[in-house]
Nanobody, 124 residues
Framework: QVQLVESGGGLVQAGGSLRLSCQAS????????VGWFRRAPGKEREFVAA????????RYADSVKGRFAISRDNAKNTVYLQMNTLKPEDTAVYYC?????????????????WGQGTQVTVSS
């Protein structure tokens, strides 16, 4: 079983940047897709970005396209979410997630393992 720990959240002014990290332990992230999600106060959890197991494909929510970038460092067993030009509406707890099954396509719904989340607050 894999454990996921998010870090890198914090308080930033609108227009600023943050880089979130998702560190895995207990199992490699190689050959598994990884996604980032967020939950804003009073709202349901929503998809933000995902990276395929082979690193050739990424997907983004329309609300973050052109501002966020997902990447992975297999040697460090870590996935990153670079967030630029942050807006107050990006304020949320951000979670990373991965699968129990290898080689899942990005279009398959549902992830099996989740981290505890990291808070991102963007002030106006």
């Amino acid at each position: 079983q894999v454990q996921l720990v998010e870090s890198g959240g914090g308080l930033v002014q609108a227009g600023g940047s943050l880089r979130l990290s998702c560190q895995a332990s207990g199992r490699t992230l190689n050959n598994y897709r990884v996604g980032w999600f967020r939950r804003a106060p009073g709202k349901e959890r929503e998809f933000v970005a995902a990276i395929s197991w082979h690193n050739w494909s990424t997907r983004y929510a329309d609300s973050v396209k052109g501002r966020f970038a997902i990447s992975r460092d297999n040697a460090k067993n870590t996935v990153y979410l670079q967030m630029n030009t942050l807006k107050p509406e990006d304020t949320a707890v951000y979670y990373c997630a991965t699968d129990s099954q290898v080689y899942r396509d990005l279009t398959v719904p549902g992830y099996d393992y989740w981290g505890q989340g990291t808070q991102v607050t963007v002030s106006s």
